[in-house]
């Protein structure tokens, strides 16, 4: 190349090439002082060129950094680049520049056509060395370590870390005196790059000699545009490869025959968070909202930072005081004098913060890394940006509901009664069966009924990939989810699969989907015979009805599918239930439990055979507990399922307890049989507190279980035991300490020899019971002004809610 440009070099020496860090503050200012004082007549930007039509956008007042440029392949909207630009990088200070001052600005990188078709060669390259390692063993050694250069300019110094060195040179850099050279900054660090280069080659980046084969090129063409009269932004790394004196012929040489993909290129909000990710112009930084900071204080940036700080900790209740910022301040500027620093950094304004403001714990320290060291900020673009329809019809649907995208993770609660809410649930739930995993349902902090649901959402810039690959199924959200669904019904091969597709369709709004996805579950639901694959159908078709009766769908065809599969579980799951293992025995209790709660929906939603179907399962339930030939976990909880909905009695489920421990039965089967009547449903520690006849039987069989058998058996009881709350497991333990009660007592405070433990009484004292009734009665809203007494609707009432 003629006229070889040089870092840092006026406009009469060339180009000047300005080499930065990506996301570096100090440089991002460097870089706008330097462009004042040279005022090209065109600036050279790496990046992706098909975003030069893209670049007027940045100057829209509604274009908020941090955004990205976004480049996918249009046939596979997966395959996707993102180039993150924040407010302080280097990048986005030229392109402002130069639109503010009318000057040309072009990105010179290779282009993402190029790039994304590359990167998915490696990656079937290396995944043919993954499948056939013996082929290519011995043709070359192991990848080279592609190598830091910012790390080893910092070793180089005797730091031993690369930020704090960067900060130090570089953001922390300033001038005594006059205003000192704009220009100079760059020349040392190409020199510094130039030695590097000189050292390790490539560095690790074999793809870079094409990038900057590409760039030489472009850099060439606009020389002869502009008269030499060009600025280049590009990384430091790059600097001495434009340098270099190469010929024209052996750039296009490097540039022959490189695949090629159709590409499109769009603008997206990108957030502080994702600007450490190592695509590309991630550069690992691990504090950009402490970048950020430095870049837009004017002056005094610990001063203004330790105030921030200050903020946020009162806002979480936390005492700081003007004293607290004061002495943190000094505290910070200390040990940047004992560590030998020119100015107070990151980690001395940290170890200030923990010292002063948090007492020492980092417990409110991570508070302020994840909210001002890392922050939470996401940016925002123009609507004039470029976006596949089914984006644009979901901002637009994000708007009217107002669900604005956050990058901050925030929980919501609806409530389905509510036009607004009902169509917020829609929307979160259509995008989950497209893929776009903006919410996730979690279990809601108050009601727990059908008519409310909470959510959890979280907006990641990779979601707008997400979206554009799910515009193959449609240009709108309800469009594109109904083929979508449609798609994963005929696809689907597992009854339990197309089941929970259906529970989907109807908490989504999907009414065209359901037919195809009717027609699938009753052609699998027909084909399966496997009980297992019908007892995994089943709740979710019982959760789906009752869903429908909430968001009033049509769901006959649903009741009548799921009442078939509840009659053919009645009938095929006690074989089932027979020869099993102790881990197939555990996955069928579970089924056993889906069912039951299954069966209790479906009796409401199909009132016609609510009694049949209810009966038949008892039936089903009392053969489970009654044979010995079914798995002792699968016993108990059937026996525990019964005496839980009042059809087994404390004497008959006593009995058979005796029976599943007596001496007879293997320690093992005895220990499964308590894990299934004791174990995981809740109140299974309350039921042997309240009944000691049930404890006691635990306690004996316990106390004979012969010592090289009790190691056997330790693991199932822990397991079931350790999942009572700690007062629960502290009163069994209390019990079993006193011992039996004496006299027959069955309460909680007989003791033995007739006496009772402290904080009980001997009888139930009635007036101190009938004390609780008025606040029982205002609580059930039963009437408080009858000066009669209570009729037997009242103490039925009140009876329930034992």
């Given at each position: 190349m003629t006229g070889t440009p040089r870092p840092g070099t006026p406009r009469s020496g060339g180009p000047l090439l300005l080499g930065v860090r990506h996301h570096g503050p100090g440089s991002a200012r460097a870089v706008g002082a330097a462009l004042e004082a040279a005022r090209p007549g065109a600036v050279l930007i790496e990046g992706p060129p098909e975003g030069d039509a893209l670049l007027p956008l940045a100057a829209d007042e509604q274009m908020r950094p941090p955004v990205a440029l976004l480049a996918h392949a249009v046939d596979d909207p997966g395959r996707a680049a993102f180039w993150p630009l924040a407010g302080f990088s280097p990048e986005w200070i030229a392109i402002r520049w130069a639109l503010a001052h009318d000057v040309p600005v072009r990105f010179i990188d290779l282009p993402a056509a190029h790039s994304l078709a590359m990167a998915e060669k490696e990656e079937r390259e290396r995944e043919a060395e993954r499948r056939s390692p013996g082929e290519r063993a011995g043709e070359a050694g192991p990848a080279p370590v592609p190598v830091d250069p910012i790390g080893v300019l910092a070793e180089t110094a005797g730091y031993d870390d690369p930020e704090r060195w960067w900060e130090d040179v570089v953001e922390h850099r300033a001038h005594d005196g006059g205003p000192g050279d704009p220009l100079a900054a760059f020349a040392a660090l190409g020199e510094a790059m130039t030695a590097l280069r000189e050292v390790y080659g490539d560095g690790g980046h074999p793809r870079d000699a094409v990038r900057e084969a590409y760039m030489r090129v472009q850099l060439r063409t606009a020389r002869k545009e502009f008269d030499d009269d060009v600025a280049v932004v590009c990384g430091a790394w790059h600097v001495p490869a434009l340098e270099a004196r190469t010929t024209l012929a052996a750039d296009r040489a490097l540039l022959k025959g490189l695949p090629k993909v159709k590409t499109e290129l769009t603008w997206v909000p990108w957030t502080h968070q994702r600007l450490a990710r190592h695509s590309g112009y991630g550069a690992g930084i691990d504090s950009p909202g402490w970048y950020a900071h430095l870049f837009a204080s004017p002056d005094r940036p610990v001063e203004r930072w330790m105030t921030k700080v200050a903020g946020l900790l009162r806002d979480e209740d936390r005492f700081v005081s003007s004293a607290h910022v004061i002495e943190a301040v000094r505290l910070a500027g200390t040990l940047a004098a004992m560590r030998g620093r020119p100015l107070a950094g990151l980690s001395e304004a940290t170890d200030a913060v923990r010292a002063v403001m948090c007492e020492g714990s980092d417990v409110p320290l991570a508070l302020v890394r994840d909210r001002l060291i890392v922050g939470g900020?996401?940016?925002?673009?123009?609507?004039?940006?470029?976006?596949?329809?089914?984006?644009?019809?979901?901002?637009?649907?994000?708007?009217?509901?107002?669900?604005?995208?956050?990058?901050?993770?925030?929980?919501?609660?609806?409530?389905?009664?509510?036009?607004?809410d009902a169509a917020r649930s829609r929307l979160l739930h259509r995008l989950r069966i497209l893929g776009v995993g903006w919410g996730e349902p979690t279990e809601g902090r108050g009601s727990t009924g059908t008519f409310r649901e909470s959510w959890r959402l979280r907006w990641e810039p990779e979601l707008y990939v997400r979206v554009a690959e799910a515009g193959i199924w449609g240009t709108t959200v309800l469009s594109a989810a109904t083929a979508r669904a449609e798609s994963d019904a005929l696809s689907a091969t597992a009854l339990a699969d197309v089941t929970a597709l259906a529970e989907r369709c109807l908490l989504a709004g999907l009414p065209d989907a359901l037919p195809v996805v009717m027609r699938m579950l009753a052609d699998r639901a027909a084909l399966d015979t496997d009980v297992g694959h019908l007892a995994d159908a089943l709740p979710s078709l019982a959760r789906a009805l009752r869903y429908g009766d909430v968001r009033s769908t049509d769901t006959a065809a649903l009741g009548e599918v799921a009442a078939g599969l509840a009659e053919r579980i009645c009938v095929g799951l006690p074989p089932a239930c027979t020869g099993l293992d102790d881990e197939g025995a555990g996955a069928l209790r579970r089924q056993v439990d889906g069912v039951h709660t299954a069966v209790g929906l479906l009796a409401g939603a199909v009132p016609a055979n609510a009694d049949g179907l209810r009966e038949r399962w008892r039936a089903v339930l009392r053969k489970l507990a009654a044979r010995d030939t079914v798995a002792g976990v699968i016993r108990g909880r059937a026996a525990r399922l019964l005496l839980d909905d009042g059809h087994l009695g404390q004497d008959d489920a006593a009995r058979l307890m005796g029976l599943a421990l007596s001496p007879g039965t293997p320690p093992a089967d005895a220990a499964a049989w308590i894990e299934g009547f004791v174990g995981g449903a809740a109140g299974g520690g309350m039921l042997l507190i309240h009944d000691e006849r049930l404890l006691a039987l635990v306690d004996a069989w316990l106390s004979g279980v012969a010592?090289?058998?009790?190691?056997?058996?330790?693991?199932?009881?822990?397991?079931?035991?350790?999942?009572?709350?700690?007062?629960?497991?502290?009163?069994?333990?209390?019990?079993?300490?006193r011992g039996p009660a004496a006299g027959g007592g069955t309460g909680a405070g007989a003791v033995p020899g007739g006496t009772t433990a402290p904080g009980f009484g001997p009888v139930l004292d009635g007036a101190r019971a009938d004390a609780v009734l008025p606040v029982l009665r205002l609580l059930l809203g039963l009437d408080l002004d009858r000066k009669a007494a209570p009729t037997e609707n009242d103490d039925q009432a009140l009876g329930a809610t034992g």
């Open positions: 900020t996401l940016g925002e673009v123009p609507d004039t940006a470029p976006a596949v329809p089914l984006q644009r019809d979901l901002t637009r649907r994000q708007r009217t509901l107002r669900l604005k995208p956050e990058a901050s993770e925030r929980d919501i609660e609806l409530d389905l009664r509510k036009d607004t010592p090289d058998t009790f190691t056997d058996v330790l693991p199932l009881l822990r397991r079931t035991f350790s999942a009572y709350e700690p007062g629960v497991r502290r009163t069994l333990g209390e019990l079993v300490r």
